[in-house]
C-alpha cells in the first residue's frame, strides 16, 4: 500500500529532518508512529498524505510513484487517504453535518445518495444532534470526534492520524483509540502519530520510532 | 462499541430543530466559500468606490469631449464679416452693401449687422466706457450664420465680398476653430489619461483586495486541497464567489454613477432657461453623456467584475502553490 525506500526531506538548505527511510505500509495494518518531539513525525505525515515531497528518495502509494504524478492524480489518490490533523481544521462556516460531508461533496457525490450514511456516521461518533452546530461551539472532544467523521466517511484505505488524542483527557483517548481499532478492523490501514506511550501501551501494534530523523520499526 | 462510544463523553449539545416532533433531515446549505465575511464586505467597498469614480471619469471625459463638439459647431455655423472705416469712405453704405451682399449669397441663414453703439459696446471691456468711439476708427461687424444645408462656399464670398465693398473682409474663425480643436483634442486626451490611471489603480485595487480577502480563506483553501478537492474544483468555487462580490460592488459603484449622471441630467433640463442652467449648457451643453457614456459605465461594471474574479482564481491558485 505504502512504499518508502531510501527516503530523505530537508527544508530549504537546512539539514535533513528525515534519513533514509524505508518501510512498508501493508493494507489492513496498524502500526504507531511515535517517537521524541522534533523527530520528525508530522513530517513523515506529511509525505504520506502528500502534502510534502520528498527531497530524494522513492515514495509508492497505492502502486504509484508519488513523483511521477500531476497535480489532479495527486488530489485523486488524496481521496483515498483519510487524515485526522493535530488541530481538527474543521471549517466554520459549515455545520457538523456538513464538514463531514465535504470529501463525499467534493468528489462530486449526490447528497440524496451520502446523506443517510453521514447520520449514521454522526451518530455512531455521537455527534447525532450536534450535526447542526459550528465548530467554533463544539467542545475539543466533539471537534476531535468530528474530525475523525470526515476524515474517515469515504471509507479511506489508508487513515493518518496525527496526535489524535492531544487534545483530550485519557478516557476520551481511551474511547477514541477503540474507535480507530473498529475501523482498521472494517479494512482500513491505520498510522497514529502520538507520544502518548500510554495510549501505544492500550493495545498491541507495530510502532515505528523516529529519533534523530531516521526509523526504528518494532514489529 | 459505537453505543458505548455514543453514550460515553456526551456533551450538551444545542437543540436541533424540530418540526411536529420529527427531527428534519440535515442539508448541505453551505457554500464552499463563506458568504459574508468582513474581507468580503470590504472588497464589495472597495470595487463600488473604485468603479463609481472611473465611471464618474468616464463620464466626464464623455461630457469634454460632447462639449467641445458642441462648441466647434456653434463656432463653424457662424462667420463675420468686418467693415473697416476708411477716407473718404461711408461705413454706414458699406456695411448695408456688404450685409445685402451677405443676404443674396446662396446658403446664408441670418445676417444681423452691429450698430455701431453695439460694436463699441464691443471693445469697452478694453477700453472701458468714458471713451468717445465716435473719434475712433471703430471697425463695423455684420455676424452672419450660415445653413447647414446647403452649405454656403465661403471661399467665393470671401473673394466677391472685398470686390464689392474695398473695406470689407470675412472671417470665418478658422484660427479660432483649429485653436479650439487643438484644445478640445488636448482636454480629451488628457481625460483619457486620467481615466487610463483610474481604470489602473482600479484594477490594482481589485486585485490587491481580492488577495487579502482570500488570504482570510487560506484555511478553506487548504481543508479542501487537503480532502482532495483538485485546484480547479476550489479555483471553480472561489472564482465563481468572487465574481459575485465583484459584480455587487460594481453594480453599486456603477449604478451610483449612472443615478449621479441621470439625476444631473435631469437637473440640467429643470434648469433650463435659468441663467444658471443656460451657463451650464454652454459649458457642458446638455449635461448627457449619452448611449456611449451609459454603455462604458456597464463594460467597466462587467470589467470590475471579472478582474475580480480572475484576481480570486489567480491568488487562488498561487495559494495553492504555496501549500505543495
Same mark, same amino acid.
Do not use: C
Given at each position: 500500500?505504502?512504499?518508502?525506500?531510501?527516503?530523505?526531506?530537508?527544508?530549504?538548505?537546512?539539514?535533513?529532518?528525515?534519513?533514509?527511510?524505508?518501510?512498508?505500509?501493508?493494507?489492513?495494518?496498524?502500526?504507531?508512529?511515535?517517537?521524541?518531539?522534533?523527530?520528525?513525525?508530522?513530517?513523515?505525515?506529511?509525505?504520506?498524505?502528500?502534502?510534502?515531497?520528498?527531497?530524494?528518495?522513492?515514495?509508492?502509494?497505492?502502486?504509484?510513484?508519488?513523483?511521477?504524478?500531476?497535480?489532479?492524480?495527486?488530489?485523486?489518490?488524496?481521496?483515498?487517504?483519510?487524515?485526522?490533523?493535530?488541530?481538527?481544521?474543521?471549517?466554520?462556516?459549515?455545520?457538523?453535518?456538513?464538514?463531514?460531508?465535504?470529501?463525499?461533496?467534493?468528489?462530486?457525490?449526490?447528497?440524496?445518495?451520502?446523506?443517510?450514511?453521514?447520520?449514521?456516521?454522526?451518530?455512531?461518533?455521537?455527534?447525532?444532534?450536534?450535526?447542526?452546530?459550528?465548530?467554533?461551539?463544539?467542545?475539543?472532544?466533539?471537534?476531535?470526534?468530528?474530525?475523525?467523521?470526515?476524515?474517515?466517511?469515504?471509507?479511506?484505505?489508508?487513515?493518518?492520524?496525527?496526535?489524535?488524542?492531544?487534545? =483530550?483527557?485519557?478516557?476520551?483517548?481511551?474511547?477514541?483509540?477503540?474507535?480507530?481499532?473498529?475501523?482498521?478492523?472494517?479494512?482500513?490501514? =491505520?498510522?497514529?502519530?502520538?507520544?502518548?506511550?500510554?495510549?501505544?501501551?492500550?493495545?498491541?501494534?507495530?510502532?515505528?520510532?523516529?529519533?534523530?530523523?531516521?526509523?526504528?520499526?518494532?514489529? | 462499541?459505537?453505543?458505548?462510544?455514543?453514550?460515553?463523553?456526551?456533551?450538551?449539545?444545542?437543540?436541533?430543530?424540530?418540526?411536529?416532533?420529527?427531527?428534519?433531515?440535515?442539508?448541505?446549505?453551505?457554500?464552499?466559500?463563506?458568504?459574508?465575511?468582513?474581507?468580503?464586505?470590504?472588497?464589495?467597498?472597495?470595487?463600488?468606490?473604485?468603479?463609481?469614480?472611473?465611471?464618474?471619469?468616464?463620464?466626464?471625459?464623455?461630457? =469634454?469631449?460632447?462639449?467641445?463638439?458642441?462648441?466647434?459647431?456653434?463656432?463653424?455655423?457662424?462667420?463675420?464679416?468686418?467693415?473697416?472705416?476708411?477716407?473718404?469712405?461711408?461705413?454706414?453704405?458699406?456695411?448695408?452693401?456688404?450685409?445685402?451682399?451677405?443676404?443674396?449669397?446662396?446658403?446664408?441663414?441670418?445676417?444681423?449687422?452691429?450698430?455701431?453703439?453695439?460694436?463699441?459696446?464691443?471693445?469697452?471691456?478694453?477700453?472701458?466706457?468714458?471713451?468717445?468711439?465716435?473719434?475712433?476708427?471703430?471697425?463695423?461687424?455684420?455676424?452672419?450664420?450660415?445653413?447647414?444645408?446647403?452649405?454656403?462656399?465661403?471661399?467665393?464670398?470671401?473673394?466677391?465680398?472685398?470686390?464689392?465693398?474695398?473695406?470689407?473682409?470675412?472671417?470665418?474663425?478658422?484660427?479660432?476653430?483649429?485653436?479650439?480643436?487643438?484644445?478640445?483634442?488636448?482636454?480629451?486626451?488628457?481625460?483619457?489619461?486620467?481615466?487610463?490611471?483610474?481604470?489602473?489603480?482600479?484594477?490594482?485595487?481589485?486585485?490587491?483586495?481580492?488577495?487579502?480577502?482570500?488570504?482570510?480563506?487560506?484555511?478553506?483553501?487548504?481543508?479542501?486541497?487537503?480532502?482532495?478537492?483538485?485546484?480547479?474544483?476550489?479555483?471553480?468555487?472561489?472564482?465563481?464567489?468572487?465574481?459575485?462580490?465583484?459584480?455587487?460592488?460594481?453594480?453599486?459603484?456603477?449604478?451610483?454613477?449612472?443615478?449621479?449622471?441621470?439625476?444631473?441630467?435631469?437637473?440640467?433640463?429643470?434648469?433650463?432657461?435659468?441663467?444658471?442652467?443656460?451657463?451650464?449648457?454652454?459649458?457642458?451643453?446638455?449635461?448627457?453623456?449619452?448611449?456611449?457614456?451609459?454603455?462604458?459605465?456597464? =463594460?467597466?461594471?462587467?470589467?470590475?467584475?471579472?478582474?475580480?474574479?480572475?484576481?480570486?482564481?489567480?491568488?487562488?491558485?498561487?495559494?495553492?502553490?504555496?501549500?505543495?
Amino acid at each position: 500500500m505504502v512504499r518508502f525506500e531510501n527516503v530523505g526531506l530537508r527544508y530549504g538548505l537546512g539539514p535533513e529532518v528525515l534519513r533514509d527511510l524505508s518501510f512498508r505500509i501493508e493494507p489492513h495494518s496498524f502500526q504507531f508512529l511515535t517517537g521524541p518531539s522534533g523527530a520528525g513525525k508530522t513530517s513523515l505525515m506529511r509525505l504520506l498524505f502528500l502534502s510534502l515531497r520528498p527531497t530524494r528518495g522513492l515514495i509508492t502509494l497505492f502502486g504509484h510513484d508519488i513523483a511521477m504524478l500531476s497535480k489532479d492524480a495527486v488530489a485523486t489518490l488524496r481521496r483515498r487517504i483519510g487524515v485526522v490533523f493535530q488541530d481538527f481544521r474543521l471549517i466554520d462556516h459549515m455545520t457538523t453535518y456538513e464538514n463531514v460531508a465535504l470529501p463525499l461533496r467534493v468528489m462530486g457525490h449526490d447528497e440524496d445518495g451520502f446523506r443517510d450514511e453521514v447520520v449514521e456516521l454522526l451518530n455512531w461518533v455521537g455527534l447525532g444532534e450536534r450535526m447542526w452546530a459550528l465548530p467554533p461551539v463544539l467542545s475539543g472532544g466533539e471537534k476531535q470526534r468530528a474530525a475523525i467523521a470526515r476524515a474517515v466517511i469515504a471509507r479511506p484505505q489508508l487513515l493518518l492520524a496525527d496526535e489524535p488524542t492531544g487534545n =483530550v483527557d485519557p478516557s476520551l483517548a481511551a474511547r477514541l483509540l477503540r474507535l480507530f481499532i473498529e475501523l482498521n478492523k472494517s479494512g482500513t490501514s =491505520v498510522i497514529i502519530a502520538t507520544h502518548d506511550i500510554g495510549l501505544m501501551d492500550q493495545y498491541d501494534a507495530r510502532r515505528l520510532v523516529l529519533h534523530e530523523g531516521r526509523m526504528h520499526v518494532y514489529d | 462499541m459505537p453505543d458505548a462510544y455514543v453514550a460515553a463523553e456526551r456533551e450538551p449539545a444545542s437543540p436541533p430543530p424540530k418540526q411536529a416532533g420529527k427531527q428534519p433531515l440535515p442539508r448541505f446549505h453551505s457554500p464552499i466559500v463563506p458568504r459574508h465575511s468582513v474581507a468580503g464586505r470590504a472588497l464589495v467597498a472597495v470595487v463600488a468606490i473604485m468603479t463609481f469614480l472611473a465611471a464618474v471619469t468616464t463620464g466626464a471625459v464623455v461630457l =469634454v469631449r460632447s462639449a467641445i463638439s458642441d462648441w466647434q459647431a456653434e463656432v463653424a455655423r457662424e462667420v463675420t464679416i468686418q467693415v473697416r472705416p476708411g477716407a473718404g469712405r461711408n461705413i454706414d453704405a458699406d456695411v448695408a452693401k456688404a450685409a445685402e451682399i451677405a443676404r443674396g449669397f446662396p446658403g446664408i441663414a441670418e445676417v444681423r449687422p452691429y450698430s455701431k453703439e453695439e460694436s463699441a459696446r464691443l471693445l469697452e471691456p478694453w477700453l472701458g466706457s468714458g471713451v468717445a468711439f465716435e473719434d475712433l476708427p471703430v471697425p463695423r461687424l455684420i455676424v452672419v450664420r450660415v445653413a447647414a444645408d446647403p452649405a454656403p462656399d465661403l471661399a467665393q464670398l470671401r473673394k466677391l465680398l472685398p470686390e464689392q465693398v474695398a473695406a470689407a473682409s470675412l472671417d470665418d474663425h478658422r484660427g479660432f476653430i483649429d485653436r479650439m480643436r487643438t484644445m478640445g483634442r488636448a482636454a480629451f486626451l488628457g481625460g483619457l489619461a486620467v481615466l487610463a490611471l483610474v481604470l489602473t489603480a482600479t484594477m490594482l485595487s481589485v486585485m490587491f483586495a481580492t488577495r487579502g480577502a482570500i488570504a482570510t480563506n487560506r484555511s478553506v483553501v487548504e481543508v479542501l486541497h487537503l480532502i482532495g478537492a483538485t485546484n480547479s474544483f476550489i479555483a471553480k468555487h472561489f472564482e465563481r464567489r468572487f465574481l459575485g462580490l465583484g459584480l455587487k460592488g460594481g453594480l453599486i459603484g456603477g449604478g451610483g454613477a449612472i443615478a449621479l449622471f441621470a439625476l444631473m441630467e435631469l437637473a440640467g433640463r429643470r434648469l433650463l432657461g435659468t441663467a444658471t442652467g443656460d451657463q451650464f449648457a454652454a459649458l457642458f451643453g446638455s449635461f448627457s453623456i449619452g448611449v456611449i457614456g451609459y454603455t462604458a459605465v456597464v =463594460v467597466q461594471i462587467v470589467l470590475v467584475a471579472l478582474v475580480t474574479a480572475a484576481a480570486s482564481r489567480r491568488t487562488v491558485n498561487r495559494t495553492l502553490e504555496t501549500i505543495h
